[in-house]
């Protein structure tokens, strides 16, 4: 699969992508350097889990990029977070899934 890439779309605070021409979606809020990664919306048309985890690596690396502060709201992302150990240091200090 190609790389992921990722705009943010600051107007309607979500991380977007195109796959297969529909948009890929991570809706967010953001507070005092903490960004809320509140709704994964994936196609249906894109049944592929392998997708799914490339694009939340590529939201997360960006986020990390940013020295910001992950809170996975989204239990998808929560249970990415949970199997992905490498990511836990974007926890803010206190946060655990």
Same mark, same amino acid.
Not at 7 to 16: G, I, K, V
Not at 33 to 47: N, S
Not at 83 to 89: I, L, N
């Given at each position: 699969?190609?790389?992921?890439?990722?705009?943010?779309?600051?107007?309607?605070? &979500?991380?977007?992508?195109?796959?297969?021409?529909?948009?890929?979606?991570?809706?967010?809020?953001? &507070?005092?350097?903490?960004?809320? =990664?509140?709704?994964?919306?994936?196609?249906?048309?894109?049944?592929?889990?392998?997708?799914?985890?490339?694009?939340?690596?590529? $939201? =997360?690396?960006?986020?990390?990029?940013?020295?910001?502060?992950? $809170?996975?709201?989204?239990?998808?992302?929560?249970?990415? =977070?949970?199997?992905?150990?490498?990511?836990?240091? =974007?926890?803010? $200090?206190?946060?655990?899934?």
């Amino acid at each position: 699969m190609d790389e992921v890439v990722i705009n943010d779309n600051e107007f309607l605070r &979500q991380f977007e992508t195109q796959v297969n021409g529909k948009l890929a979606k991570i809706e967010y809020a953001s &507070q005092e350097r903490k960004v809320f =990664l509140t709704k994964l919306t994936i196609p249906e048309e894109v049944d592929d889990p392998a997708f799914k985890d490339q694009f939340i690596t590529a $939201v =997360l690396k960006q986020i990390e990029e940013r020295n910001l502060s992950v $809170v996975p709201t989204s239990p998808h992302i929560a249970r990415f =977070l949970r199997k992905h150990k490498e990511f836990k240091d =974007l926890l803010p $200090v206190g946060i655990r899934i």
